[in-house]
């Protein structure tokens, strides 16, 4: 079974800091993960993914994620915040089954301040 | 540009009547998910079609079933909502393939039941 755990449902940053967002993982198979950001009353849309290849991945809007196998981890960064940053981020990991379900965390809500 | 549909965005119901959320897409994607989304919490799937193979989460009420008529619709049926059912309800879609390819996500359809 897979689970996903979000430290902090609520971040806030200033205009301009460095932007961090954790992700700890359980998987019983080596995981695939996805960040996915969510602006109010709108769907998902996803921020990047690791699907084993580079540790380290790159996604839209600056964002990126090193996948950490040691420490279970998959952290959202982006090293300088803007205001239409201001979201929620969830972090989601896979079953690899044929279906592509996935698990989500619990979310994570980003406040930008001026 | 290929896209997942959802109508309405916001539908009112009374309690106790019945209410359909339509899913379209453009993707050819084989697979469609229905999640439930309450406010600040992370979506929860419904139910799964893989093809026309109906895949029904083992919490998901009675209350709540689905149709898919052909590759690009899929309907969501609730059939004597309550008031707890007020949430948002996200459509997704995607490829088969062993996890490794993302979810596609609709704009949502807003529930609200008087």
């Known amino acids: 079974a897979q689970s996903v755990t979000q430290l902090g449902s609520h971040v806030s940053v200033s205009e301009g800091a460095l932007v961090l967002l954790r992700c700890n993982y359980s998987s019983s198979v080596p995981p695939y993960l996805f960040w996915y950001v969510q602006y109010p009353n709108q769907g998902l849309q996803l921020l990047l993914k690791?699907?084993?290849?580079?540790?380290l991945v790159k996604g839209i809007n600056g964002f990126e994620a090193e996948f950490k196998k040691s420490e279970t981890s998959f952290h959202l960064t982006k090293p300088s915040a803007h205001m239409s940053d201001a979201a929620e981020y969830f972090c989601?990991?896979?079953?690899?089954?044929?279906?592509?379900?996935?698990?989500f965390g619990t979310g994570t809500q980003l406040k930008v301040e001026l | 540009d290929a896209m997942v549909i959802q109508n309405p965005r916001y539908q009112v119901t009374q309690f106790g009547k019945p209410v359909t959320l339509s899913c379209s897409q453009t993707l050819n994607h084989n697979v469609m998910y229905w999640y439930q989304q309450k406010s600040s919490q992370a979506p929860k799937l419904l139910f799964h079609?893989?093809?026309?193979?109906?895949?029904n989460e083992a919490d998901t009420p009675d209350n709540f079933q689905s149709r898919r008529p052909n590759t690009s619709f899929c309907f969501l049926d609730i059939r004597s909502p309550g008031l707890g059912d007020a949430a948002m309800y996200l459509c997704a879609t995607s490829p088969p393939s062993g996890g490794s390819y993302e979810q596609y996500f609709g704009p949502g359809t807003r529930l609200t039941v008087t």
């Open positions: 079609y893989y093809d026309k193979d109906f895949n």
């Open positions: 690791y699907t084993s290849a580079a540790t």
């Open positions: 989601a990991v896979s079953d690899r089954g044929g279906g592509n379900k996935l698990t």
